[in-house]
């Protein structure tokens, strides 16, 4: 192997800073190494994204059909290309590494160097300058040499001129003597340091080439292994691809998408099924079917007359069961309301005691409480003068039954208000005595007359009666509606007598 040593020396000694520099592009020469891979990285994991997207439209093709076995080889070709590519990205990724450590390396051993050489620089520049001296120098001696030599010669020069001329030739000849002694002497010590610089020169190349060469192996033998490795994946792929025959394409169709190998048969005329029709039956069980039947109808309408018997109990019994579930609700509400209740009171107190309460408007009131209690009495007594003949005191007035029933409903509200409520009501009660005309004879009434009288009056909330045509509650709890006691009056035929009502 050649060396530095015997090719870096010349006229100018520029052999030096030829070495240097060379020693500084080394660090160059890395960096760009090392963007050259990097930028391959991004070139291979660019492909091997691509082969991924290609992969992934492989997968999205078509899955039915007879060439769908073919795309799956596509895609598993694909995506194990795209792991490779990925594979050989991260291999350049570490030599991009090592040879930025490297660079970093290198950069601090071209400062120690630097340090190391800086006596070889001082000589070298001292030569260079001494080389341009001693040419100077000898180029004076030259001149002087001939304009001595020429004073000499010429017979007509002057003594003095030719004393100037010998003493500016014998300096310019000290000089160049001068010159040429530190000429030899600079000489030397650059051959010496000059010696060991190129050694030292060379020792750095060599590393430095190596360890380039190391960098350049590892991205070679990378890119060999990898190559190899897709070698391999494109001979699978032609090896799977051939195994694909026409006739194993149409067999897997044939085993997946199979539909049965039977052929449709023929179809023959079949007689109905009677067997499952019942036996005609004679005469005698048709007429036994048919006087079961009626006596069933029988007991169907005794059922049901026994419910029209019991329907006002049953009613009552109705009556009861709302009334429970009502209770709750009206204990509750009446506590939320008993503070305004109590107020609006105290104003209603307030303005009876101020103003006299208009006799007029209390007696339409009781004449329409009279009334209604009337009407309930009637109705009632016209439903009792149905089952029962009515009874009559001395006087001719019907007497009014005990109506427990009421009194029971009376208590049951009475009984969510407070005591001051008690007794604003038992304040508020009054009694209304229907007196008997001057004659005491009964007085008879048309159907007519009693219906248009009926429908005139408004009911009180009675609980527990029933409409006399459907036996159900009507839409307001316990009433009865004006027609229905009309209607059984009507129907009853009976008089109408007038009653004695005492609240």
């Known amino acids: 192997m050649k060396e530095f040593v015997d090719y870096f020396w010349g006229e100018k000694n520029g052999g030096f800073d030829v070495l240097y520099h060379n020693m500084k592009h080394g660090l160059v020469s890395s960096k760009e190494l090392s963007d050259h891979i990097r930028e391959r990285c991004q070139i291979e994991e660019n492909y091997s994204r691509a082969l991924t997207k290609l992969s992934k439209s492989a997968a999205n093709s078509t899955s039915v059909g007879t060439f769908a076995p073919v795309w799956q080889i596509l895609k598993n070709s694909s995506e194990r290309l795209s792991g490779l590519h990925m594979d050989m990205v991260h291999k350049f990724q570490e030599i991009v590494k090592d040879i930025q450590k490297y660079s970093e390396e290198q950069h601090k051993k071209h400062k120690t160097m630097k340090d190391q050489e800086s006596g070889t620089l001082e000589v070298v520049q001292s030569i260079q300058q001494t080389t341009q001296l001693v040419q100077k120098a000898k180029e004076s001696y030259a001149a002087r040499c001939l304009e001595y030599e020429k004073?000499?010669?010429?017979?007509?020069?002057?003594?003095?001129?030719v004393e100037k001329a010998e003493v500016k030739f014998k300096k310019a000849l000290d000089d160049y003597k001068s010159l040429l002694e530190k000429y030899t002497n600079v000489r030397n010590d650059f051959e010496k340091k000059m010696l060991v610089s190129c050694r030292n020169f060379q020792e750095v190349e060599i590393d430095h080439i190596r360890k380039m060469k190391s960098f350049i192996e590892s991205y070679a033998k990378a890119s060999?292994?990898?190559?190899?490795?897709?070698?391999?994946?494109?001979?699978?792929?032609?090896?799977?691809?051939?195994?694909?025959?026409?006739?194993?394409?149409i067999d897997q169709f044939i085993q997946t998408k199979t539909t049965g190998v039977e052929k449709p048969g023929p179809l023959e005329f079949e007689e109905a099924d009677l067997s499952n029709l019942p036996l005609a039956s004679s005469p005698e069980q048709q007429e036994k079917q048919n006087s079961s039947h009626d006596s069933k109808l029988k007991e169907k309408g005794k059922q049901n007359s026994s419910m029209s018997s019991n329907g006002p109990a049953a009613?009552?019994?109705?009556?009861?069961?709302?009334?429970?579930?009502?209770?709750?609700?009206f204990l509750s509400?009446?506590?939320?309301?008993?503070?305004?209740?109590?107020?609006?009171?105290?104003?209603?107190v307030a303005a009876a005691t101020a103003v006299e309460v208009d006799d007029k408007k209390r007696d339409s009131i009781a004449a329409n409480d009279a009334g209604s209690e009337q009407n309930s009495v009637t109705s009632k007594d016209s439903k009792e003068n149905s089952q029962t003949p009515p009874e009559v005191d001395e006087e001719g007035f019907t007497i009014r039954p005990d109506h427990a029933e009421r009194d029971r409903h009376r208590r049951y509200y009475s009984s969510g208000s407070t005591d001051s409520d008690s007794d604003d009501d038992e304040a508020k009660k009054f009694t209304v005595n229907i007196r008997p005309l001057g004659n005491s004879h009964l007085i008879a009434a048309s159907v007519d007359e009693l219906r248009a009288t009926c429908e005139g009056l408004s009911l009180s909330p009675v609980v527990g009666c029933v409409a006399a045509e459907g036996l159900s509650l009507s839409p307001v709890v316990g009433c009865v509606a004006a027609k229905c006691l009309s209607c059984s009056l009507a129907c009853g035929e009976r008089q109408w007598t007038p009653a004695r009502v005492l609240m």
Request: glycine share 4%; proline share 1%; no cysteine.
């Open 224 to 249: 060999e292994n990898n190559h190899s490795l897709i070698q391999q994946v494109h001979v699978a792929f032609k090896q799977q691809s051939d195994e694909q025959t026409v006739e194993k394409l």
């Open 151 to 161: 004073f000499k010669r010429d017979t007509g020069a002057s003594p003095k001129d």
């Open 333 to 348: 509400r009446g506590k939320k309301d008993k503070k305004k209740e109590k107020k609006k009171k105290k104003k209603e």
């Open 315 to 329: 009613t009552k019994h109705m009556a009861r069961g709302v009334l429970r579930k009502s209770k709750s609700w």
